[in-house]
Antibody
Framework: QVQLQESGPGLVKPSQTLSLTCAVS???????????WTWIRQHPGKGLEWIGY???????YYNPSLKSRVTISLDTSKNQFSLTLNSVNAADTAMYYC????????????WGQGTLVTVSS | QSVLTQPPSVSGAPGQRVTISCTGS?????????VHWYQQLPGTAPKVLIY???NRPSGVPDRFSGSKSGTSASLAITGLQAEDEADYYC???????????FGGGTKLTVL
């Protein structure tokens, strides 16, 4: 059974960089013919927003509305992937989830529990 | 403003049937991409309820069913139970965005 677990600071100051990590257990993130490892966020009381994903090969795909500020990367040695969001502001306050999907048109079958990030001075 | 449109809320009495619609466009649902549905209970991560328009993962009761037609999809829940009270989201792929898109979510209240 695959499990995902987010970690990172719960509080980030405006204009600084948000960095989160998703540790994956129960399977390798570089499984051949494998998966897209994804970040999704949910603003308080709102719906879900796709941030972007990274394929097991390292190819990345980002939401155009965030593309200029987002980087998603793999750390194969630790079987984890990361999210970096630059120049944050209050609008980036959200619950951040990592998740797995089997194809770019597929369903997200495994999710982390989520981590709340607040942007405030 | 979500790319996929869902009603903000629906409600029904225990035992009744409710449906939740999800309307997209020619760049997502209408382009033939699959629609998936998630249930999000308070304080928890979303859980896939229906994948590939109409398929249920193991463990999901057959009270839940999905369908797709044209640029829209629907989730139907029959025999409503109190435990079904949750937020429901649809999701698809959008070729203009080259990524996943979600509906704004529908809050189901069991009266």
């Amino acid at each position: 059974q695959v499990q995902l677990q987010e970690s990172g600071p719960g509080l980030v100051k405006p204009s600084q960089t948000l960095s989160l990590t998703c540790a994956v257990s129960g399977g390798s993130i570089t499984t051949s013919g494998g998966y897209f490892w994804t970040w999704i966020r949910q603003h308080p009381g709102k719906g879900l927003e796709w941030i972007g994903y990274i394929y097991y090969s390292g190819s990345t795909y980002y939401n155009p509305s965030l593309k200029s500020r987002v980087t998603i990367s793999l750390d194969t040695s630790k079987n984890q992937f990361s999210l970096t969001l630059n120049s944050v502001n209050a609008a980036d306050t959200a619950m951040y989830y990592c998740a797995r999907v089997g194809s770019y048109w597929g369903a997200y079958d495994f999710w982390g529990q989520g981590t709340l990030v607040t942007v405030s001075s | 403003q979500s790319v996929l449109t869902q009603p903000p809320s629906v409600s029904g009495a225990p035992g009744q049937r409710v449906t939740i619609s999800c309307t997209g466009s020619s760049s997502n649902i209408g382009a033939g991409y699959d629609v998936h549905w998630y249930q999000q209970l308070p304080g928890t991560a979303p859980k896939v309820l229906i994948y590939g328009n109409s398929n249920r993962p193991s463990g999901v009761p057959d009270r839940f069913s999905g369908s797709k037609s044209g640029t829209s999809a629907s989730l139907a829940i029959t025999g409503l139970q109190a435990e079904d009270e949750a937020d429901y989201y649809c999701q698809s792929y959008d070729r203009s965005l080259s990524g996943s898109v979600f509906g704004g979510g529908t809050k189901l209240t069991v009266l």
